[in-house]
Antibody, heavy 117, light 110 residues
Framework: QMQLQESGPGLVKASETLSLTCTVS????????WAWIRQPPGKGLEWIGR???????NYRPSLKSRIAISIDPSNNQFSLKLSSVTAADTAVYYC???????????WGQGMLVTVSS | QSALTQPPSASGSPGQSVTISCTGT?????????VSWYQQHPGKAPKLIIF???KRPSGVPDRFSGSKSGNTASLTVSGLQAEDEADYYC??????????FGSGTKVTVL
């Protein structure tokens, strides 16, 4: 059973860059799309963006100017960088496997990132 | 990019059925059969329960079913059980290569 695990700082200062990594285990990162999804406390899910094994990406239009998603197949990892964060970026961040514009079938447990002022 | 519209809450007694709607537009739900549904228990990651409008992943009980008409997709949970109490989210592929999630529905088993 494929497993995903998010890691990174749980506290980021406003105006700085949020950086998270997702490590994929019990399966290969190759040949798949990988996504980042977030959920502000008490609110719904929001798709952030995705990356393919080749490094090609798609981003949420409203976040596009602040996002960078990259992939490191040699380490079975992919990463999210979100710059110029504000309190509105406080959320649980999930990584997930994306079945190519269809559904998300494997999810990480989620990681709460709090933006402090 | 607005979220798909779901009712905030739904409820039913054990053994009954509950149906949750998910309303989008002709740019997402109405134009693509890439609607999926997720179940989320408190403090847990979402779990895929329906994909491509009405298909169930292996291991998901057939009490869960999905359908679509026009710009509205629906999830029905039949024979409600206590463990079905959770938040449910729909999701659709949207034009211009994005995903859009629903606003979420809290299902309560009375």
């Amino acid at each position: 059973q494929m497993q995903l695990q998010e890691s990174g700082p749980g506290l980021v200062k406003a105006s700085e860059t949020l950086s998270l990594t997702c490590t994929v285990s019990s399966g290969s990162i190759n040949g798949h799309f990988w996504a980042w999804i977030r959920q502000p406390p008490g609110k719904g899910l929001e798709w952030i963006g995705r990356v393919y094994t080749s490094g090609s990406t798609n981003y949420r239009p409203s976040l596009k100017s602040r996002i960078a998603i990259s992939i490191d197949p040699s380490n079975n990892q992919f990463s999210l960088k979100l710059s110029s964060v504000t309190a509105a970026d406080t959320a649980v961040y999930y990584c997930a496997r994306d079945s190519n514009w269809d559904y998300f079938d494997y999810w990480g447990q989620g990681m709460l990132v709090t933006v402090s002022s | 990019q607005s979220a798909l519209t779901q009712p905030p809450s739904a409820s039913g007694s054990p053994g009954q059925s509950v149906t949750i709607s998910c309303t989008g537009t002709s740019s997402d739900v109405g134009d693509y059969n890439y609607v999926s549904w997720y179940q989320q228990h408190p403090g847990k990651a979402p779990k895929l329960i329906i994909f491509e409008v009405s298909k169930r992943p292996s291991g998901v009980p057939d009490r869960f079913s999905g359908s679509k008409s026009g710009n509205t997709a629906s999830l029905t949970v039949s024979g409600l059980q206590a463990e079905d109490e959770a938040d449910y989210y729909c999701c659709s592929y949207a034009r211009s290569n994005t995903y859009v999630f629903g606003s979420g529905t809290k299902v309560t088993v009375l």
